[in-house]
């Protein structure tokens, strides 16, 4: 029902800046918990972070926390990832995540979008 697709990715040097957006297709948008997941070669996908559609709730993984910032715009549908003091092991397919509850666990989330490639490099 909810299409969702990432983009922003590539590549950016250590310490560098970039910013994912995901557009989200439908008029349900705001209904919708938006988290951003990642996964590195050779990983398993892990959290990187959620916001509630209201942005009362915003919840970070420890290793992002200070750098990476969630925000959302419904009146276009997308959220974005705003990544600041980028690090070569943020390097990983980023994907957002649609779903009704604000958690960490990927089996939570009902709609997936196709990942964007984010390279940072030494």
């Known amino acids: 029902q909810v299409h969702l697709v990432e983009s922003g990715g590539g590549l950016v040097q250590a310490g560098g800046s970039l910013r994912l957006s995901c557009a989200a297709s439908g008029r349900t948008f705001s209904r919708y918990v938006m988290a951003w997941f990642r996964q590195a070669p050779g990983k398993e996908r892990e959290f990187v972070g959620v916001?509630?559609?209201?942005?009362?709730?915003?919840t970070y993984a420890d290793s992002v926390k200070g750098r990476f910032t969630i925000s959302r715009d419904n009146a276009k549908n997308t959220v974005y990832l705003q990544m600041n003091s980028l690090k070569p092991e943020d390097t990983a397919i980023y994907y957002c995540?649609?779903?009704?509850?604000?958690?960490?666990?990927?089996?939570?989330?009902?709609?997936w979008g196709q990942g964007t490639q984010v390279t940072v490099s030494s």
């Open positions: 995540a649609g779903g009704s509850a604000a958690v960490k666990g990927s089996s939570a989330y009902d709609f």
């Open positions: 916001m509630s559609w209201s942005g009362v709730i915003r």
